[in-house]
C-alpha cells in the first residue's frame, strides 16, 4: 500500500511539472493551393512547443471547430491554409473562441483563405492578391515593441514569395511589425488579367486587437527552409507568445 502512494505521489508530480505555458491548435487545412513547406512548418512548430513549453495540436479536420474542442486552446494558427476551409457552423465557433478574449496566428497564405467572410478579412487585416517570383529583399523593421521582434536588425536582406495585398482597408487598427522595400526587388507581374505592380508602402507583418481577441500576421513563410531559419522561428514564436497570452508589449 505503501508503495503504491509512493507511485501515486510521483505519477501526480510527472504530471504537475509536465503541464505547459499554453495551448495551441495547429491548422493546416487547404482546399487551394498547397505549400510544400507545411510539413517543415508543422516539424518546426513540434519542436518550438518542446522548446518554448507549450501544448500543440496538428489538425486538418475542420470538423474541429465547434465551442467544445476549442474551449481547450489559447490560440489558433493557420499555417499556409488556403482558400474556402471552413463552413458557417465552423465559422461561427471559431468567431466565438476569438470573441472570448482568445488568439489567431496567420502565417503566408492565411491571407489567402475565407476571401468570402468579411469578419476573417478583418481578423487577418489584408488579403492576398498577387505575388512575383521568389526574390531576395530588403525589409524594414517598424516597431520593436512587440515579442520576437527585438533580435531585428533596422533593415535585413530575406528571401521569401512577397505578398501583395489588395487594396481594401478591411481592419483600421494595424499595428505595422516589418515593412518590405519595394525598391529592393521587382513586383512586378502578371496572371492573366490579374497584375501587380507593388503596393508602395508595403506592410508584411502586423498585429491587432480584434473583436475582444488578439491577431498576429506575418506573410512570411513561403519557402520550406525558411522553418529552419533560426530568425523567422522567433518572429513566429513571438507572435504566438502575445496572441496566445497578451503579454510582451512594453506600455
Do not use: C
Not at 518554448?52 to 486552446?73: G, K, P, V, Y
Not at 490560440?75 to 476551409?85: K, M, P, S
Not at 517598424?142 to 536582406?157: A, H, W
Amino acid at each position: 500500500m505503501k508503495n503504491l502512494f509512493i507511485l501515486f505521489v510521483l505519477l501526480f508530480a510527472m504530471q504537475t511539472s509536465a503541464q505547459n505555458q499554453f495551448n495551441v491548435l495547429l491548422f493546416t487545412k487547404t482546399a487551394g493551393w498547397h505549400h510544400k513547406s507545411i510539413n517543415e512548418g508543422v516539424t518546426a512548430m513540434r519542436a518550438m512547443a518542446e522548446r518554448h513549453s507549450f501544448d500543440m495540436q496538428w489538425h486538418e479536420d475542420a470538423t474541429r471547430f465547434n465551442d467544445d474542442f476549442l474551449e481547450q486552446f489559447d490560440v489558433i494558427i493557420f499555417l499556409n491554409t488556403t482558400e474556402d476551409i471552413l463552413n458557417e457552423e465552423q465559422q461561427a465557433a471559431f468567431k466565438r473562441f476569438i470573441q472570448s478574449g482568445k488568439g489567431f496566428v496567420g502565417v503566408h497564405s492565411a491571407s489567402d483563405t475565407e476571401y468570402d467572410w468579411p469578419w476573417y478579412n478583418q481578423l487577418v487585416g489584408k488579403m492576398f492578391h498577387i505575388h512575383p517570383l521568389e526574390q531576395s529583399a530588403m525589409v524594414d523593421v517598424v516597431d520593436t515593441n512587440f515579442p520576437g521582434m527585438e533580435i531585428f536588425p533596422k533593415r535585413f536582406l530575406w528571401t521569401d514569395e512577397w505578398y501583395e495585398f489588395l487594396p481594401e482597408e478591411y481592419s483600421k487598427n494595424l499595428n505595422i511589425l516589418l515593412s518590405v522595400d519595394e525598391e529592393s526587388y521587382d513586383p512586378e507581374v502578371q496572371w492573366g488579367e490579374k497584375i501587380g505592380k507593388g503596393m508602395g508602402d508595403h506592410p508584411i507583418s502586423w498585429y491587432q486587437y480584434f473583436d475582444n481577441g488578439r491577431s498576429f500576421y506575418t506573410g512570411l513563410g513561403h519557402i520550406a527552409e525558411i522553418y529552419k531559419d533560426p530568425w523567422f522561428l522567433h518572429h513566429l514564436y513571438g507572435g504566438i507568445y502575445w496572441a496566445a497570452t497578451g503579454n510582451g508589449i512594453k506600455k
